[in-house]
């Protein structure tokens, strides 16, 4: 009996390949969708790394030229009222706001301090959530990918339970194919849902650091602004 089990053994076999191709349809199916969520999570995790790589770039580069002593009129000029930098765009919306607070003969229409913080804050609003966009994706990977691994084996050790039953044979290598098998599906859940969820974090650490950023110049640029209004 032991050389027959052995025999039984030796012939399943146990690479994820072999796993993958023995599952039944459902499986299977969970097991590609668990493969393609935790590329869909790399893929985002990635495309992450490199916006907030350049936001951070674009807003050192910008803090450089607006702290240089340059005349605001000029940078702004330069910049023009549609910027591609995130920074500059909040720094293009105070500047638009605040030359339209002009009238012809050169003073300021009332009012024209909280409009202008109203322009920087819509435009941080925006900002921020082009820099969020994505990383509620890779929550919802984090969060269900372990529990769709965990249906492909609940179904995979029922199917296996199932062939047990009416094989009438409980040896070991006739149980634990159908059990391996399931439990890749879990694996794979795991696989996909713990890159995710650390990433999550950190994205979502380093996004609200960037727009903390852009509201701590909005403020500085108000009070400069603010300053010229008392004048």
């Not at 590329?39 to 951070?56: E, P, Y």
Request: a negative charge.
């Amino acid at each position: 009996m032991e050389t027959e089990t052995l025999a039984l053994a030796q012939d399943v076999d146990f690479s994820l390949w072999g796993m993958f191709a023995h599952a039944t349809l459902t499986v299977k199916l969970v097991m590609l969708l668990l493969i393609f969520a935790s590329f869909w999570a790399w893929a985002i995790i990635i495309q992450k790394h490199i916006v907030f790589a350049r936001a951070r770039r674009e807003a050192a580069r910008f803090d450089a030229a607006f702290w240089s002593g340059e005349p605001l009129d000029e940078l702004y000029d330069k910049i023009g009222p549609d910027p591609s930098g995130r920074a500059e765009s909040v720094f293009a919306a105070g500047m638009t706001e605040w030359r339209r607070s002009h009238r012809n003969d050169g003073a300021l229409i009332p009012g024209a301090q909280a409009r202008i913080d109203r322009s920087m804050d819509v435009a941080i609003a925006k900002e921020s959530e082009s820099l969020e966009r994505g990383l509620p994706l890779l929550a919802t990977v984090g969060s269900t990918a372990p529990f769709v691994g965990l249906f492909g084996t609940v179904w995979g050790i029922m199917n296996a339970f199932i062939g047990i039953a009416q094989a009438q044979n409980t040896n070991l290598a006739v149980v634990a194919p159908g059990i391996a098998e399931a439990l890749l599906a879990t694996g794979l859940g795991l696989m996909a849902a713990i890159p995710a969820v650390i990433f999550y974090n950190k994205l979502s650490s380093d996004q609200d650091r960037i727009v903390r950023g852009y509201e701590s110049f909005a403020d500085e640029f108000a009070t400069i602004l603010s300053r010229q209004l008392d004048s």
